[in-house]
């Protein structure tokens, strides 16, 4: 096999566990040496997908300058818009959404990324959850998406608000000064249709993870019994 081939059929991988959502998160967080293994198996399961077809092109199709290329060299081209083709239909699947959070979760619990998980888990279970920032300024809230797909120094938590305060210095006890559930209900009943029309995802709060130095799971009756 020429080595165009095999760049070809690299590339086709790579194209694949790019484009397929689940993989493509994935791969994000592979080292280099990890990402060219992965990108040569994909390729390499490419190669047995497009090795027949390509056979079975050269057979039929009747075209001298197309039997005169090597039946791999053939397959290795097939593999790129190939890759691309079924990573594009295989998003579309309903399982791929559920299959891509159950590796994201997956893969944040072996690299020990707990806000990650912390969130899936409002999500899942219509929790609220209590960040508390660098600053002592704190938000309760519930969580509208996870953070899975930018687990890194420059990844963001969202939530809409429905508590703010702030931890005191010294006990860091929470105390909450805010409430924001009256104020947003009423904000999209009076904007509730028109141009204008405005939902409680309006108001949601974009906060950068690295502020973020605490986060719970947050239940407003538990929080007033502890705090009687």
Request: glycine share 8%; charged share 20%; proline share 4%.
């Given at each position: 096999?020429?080595?165009?081939?095999?760049?070809?059929?690299?590339?086709?991988?790579?194209?694949?566990?790019?484009?397929?959502?689940?993989?493509?998160?994935?791969?994000?967080?592979?080292?280099?040496?990890?990402?060219?293994?992965?990108?040569?198996?994909?390729?390499?399961?490419?190669?047995?997908?497009?090795?027949?077809?390509?056979?079975?092109?050269?057979?039929?199709?009747?075209?001298?300058?197309?039997?005169?290329?090597?039946?791999?060299?053939?397959?290795?081209?097939?593999?790129?818009?190939?890759?691309?083709?079924?990573?594009?239909?295989?998003?579309?699947?309903?399982?791929?959404?559920?299959?891509?959070?159950?590796?994201?979760?997956?893969?944040?619990?072996?690299?020990a990324d707990l806000t990650e998980v912390l969130f899936?888990?409002?999500?899942?279970?219509?929790?609220?959850?209590?960040?508390?920032?660098?600053?002592?300024?704190?938000?309760?809230?519930?969580?509208?998406?996870?953070?899975?797909?930018?687990?890194?120094?420059?990844?963001?938590?969202?939530?809409?608000?429905?508590?703010?305060?702030?931890?005191?210095?010294?006990?860091?006890?929470?105390?909450?000064?805010?409430?924001?559930?009256?104020?947003?209900?009423?904000?999209?009943?009076?904007?509730?249709?028109?141009?204008?029309?405005?939902?409680?995802?309006?108001?949601?709060?974009?906060?950068?993870?690295?502020?973020?130095?605490?986060?719970?799971?947050?239940?407003?009756?538990?929080?007033?019994?502890?705090?009687?």
């Amino acid at each position: 096999m020429a080595l165009g081939d095999i760049v070809a059929l690299a590339l086709g991988g790579y194209l694949f566990l790019t484009l397929f959502q689940p993989t493509g998160d994935r791969l994000e967080r592979l080292d280099g040496y990890q990402a060219l293994f992965a990108c040569g198996v994909a390729g390499a399961v490419l190669l047995g997908a497009t090795a027949p077809l390509a056979f079975l092109l050269q057979r039929v199709s009747g075209w001298a300058w197309l039997n005169s290329i090597p039946v791999q060299s053939v397959a290795a081209a097939l593999g790129i818009p190939l890759a691309a083709v079924v990573a594009t239909l295989l998003n579309r699947s309903r399982h791929t959404t559920a299959w891509r959070r159950r590796l994201l979760r997956r893969s944040a619990e072996l690299n020990a990324d707990l806000t990650e998980v912390l969130f899936d888990d409002a999500i899942q279970g219509a929790w609220f959850v209590e960040l508390t920032l660098a600053t002592g300024k704190s938000y309760v809230g519930m969580p509208t998406r996870t953070v899975y797909v930018a687990a890194s120094e420059g990844a963001d938590v969202e939530l809409i608000p429905l508590f703010s305060g702030y931890r005191t210095p010294k006990t860091h006890e929470l105390r909450l000064t805010r409430y924001y559930g009256d104020d947003i209900a009423a904000l999209t009943r009076s904007h509730g249709s028109g141009q204008r029309a405005l939902v409680p995802r309006d108001f949601r709060v974009v906060v950068p993870l690295r502020e973020v130095v605490t986060a719970r799971l947050f239940d407003p009756e538990v929080f007033v019994v502890l705090n009687a």
